[in-house]
C-alpha cells in the first residue's frame, strides 16, 4: 500500500476534464514537500509532467495543470485526447520514511 | 540532447548478483543527483535508490538496504546499481533517472526530468 493515495482509475470523454487526486499526510505533503507527476505511456519510462507541484516542463501541454492544498495535491487534464491514455504517478519526500515516495498510480482511460 | 543509456539486466537465480550501468551524455553529469527506480511487473513506481552530486549522499528503500549499493563515477558519467542477494520480488523493470535541477543539497524533494529506457531484472530459479 503506498504512502500516497491515488485512485485507481478514472475516465473521461475526449474533450472534457478529469482530475486525478494525490492523498498524503503530515510527513510528506503536509509537511510542505513538493509534489511531482510523471506520465507514464505502455512499455515505456516515466515523463515528467508537472514539478513543483504547479509548473510544467517545457513541452508539456497546458492540458496539463498541477495544484497542492494542505496535504492533497492534484493533477487536472482539460480537454482529453485520446493521447493522454495512460498511467500517472505523483512523487514526493517523506520526512519519516526519509525515502522518495510514490502514489500506487492512476490509469486514466479515454472514452 | 540528454540521453541515459542503461545496460546490464537479465535472468539471475535467487541470492545471486546483478550490476546494472546507466550511460548519460547531454548534460554536466557531475552536477545532478541520480536516481534508480523500478517496477514490478503490472505494478506502479517503486523508489530503489538516489545518489547525490559528488556520491557523498546515498539514500536507499527499505526493501533493499543492505543489499543493493549505487554509486556514481563522475569522470565516466555512469551510474551503477549493485544488486546482491536477490530476491523474487526484486523481478521489475529498473529505470535510471536524472534529478531536475542541479547541485541542489535537497535532492530528495526534487523532480526527475529524464529517465533511461529501463532494463527488465528477472530473479528465478
Known amino acids: 500500500q503506498s504512502v500516497l493515495t491515488q485512485p485507481p482509475s478514472v475516465s473521461g470523454a475526449p474533450g472534457q476534464r478529469v482530475t486525478i487526486s494525490c492523498t498524503g499526510s503530515s510527513s510528506n505533503i503536509g509537511a510542505g514537500y513538493d509534489v511531482h507527476w510523471y506520465q507514464q505511456l505502455p512499455g515505456t519510462a516515466p515523463k515528467l509532467l508537472i514539478y513543483?507541484?504547479?509548473n510544467r516542463p517545457s513541452g508539456v501541454p497546458d492540458r496539463f495543470s498541477g495544484s497542492k492544498s494542505g496535504a492533497s495535491a492534484s493533477l487536472a487534464v482539460t480537454g482529453l485526447q485520446a493521447e493522454d491514455e495512460a498511467d500517472y504517478y505523483c512523487?514526493?519526500?517523506?520526512?519519516?520514511?526519509?525515502?522518495?515516495?510514490f502514489g500506487g498510480g492512476t490509469k486514466l482511460t479515454v472514452l | 540532447e540528454v540521453q541515459m543509456l542503461q545496460s546490464g539486466g537479465g535472468l539471475v537465480q535467487p541470492g545471486g548478483s546483478l550490476r546494472l550501468s546507466c550511460e548519460a551524455s547531454g548534460f554536466t553529469f557531475s552536477s545532478y543527483a541520480l536516481c534508480w527506480v523500478r517496477q514490478a511487473p503490472g505494478k506502479g513506481l517503486e523508489w530503489v535508490s538516489g545518489i547525490s552530486t559528488s556520491g557523498a549522499s546515498r539514500n536507499y528503500a527499505e526493501s533493499v538496504e543492505g543489499r543493493f549499493t549505487v554509486s556514481r563515477d563522475n569522470s565516466k558519467n555512469t551510474l551503477s546499481l549493485q544488486m546482491n542477494s536477490l530476491r523474487a520480488e526484486d523481478t521489475a523493470v529498473y529505470y535510471c533517472?536524472?534529478?531536475?535541477?542541479?547541485?541542489?543539497?535537497?535532492?530528495?524533494?526534487?523532480?526527475?526530468?529524464?529517465w533511461g529506457q529501463g532494463t527488465l531484472v528477472t530473479v528465478s530459479s
Open positions: 513543483a507541484n504547479t
Open positions: 533517472g536524472k534529478a531536475g535541477k542541479a547541485q541542489r543539497t535537497d535532492w530528495l524533494n526534487l523532480e526527475f526530468d529524464f
Open positions: 512523487q514526493s519526500y517523506d520526512s519519516s520514511l526519509t525515502d522518495v515516495i
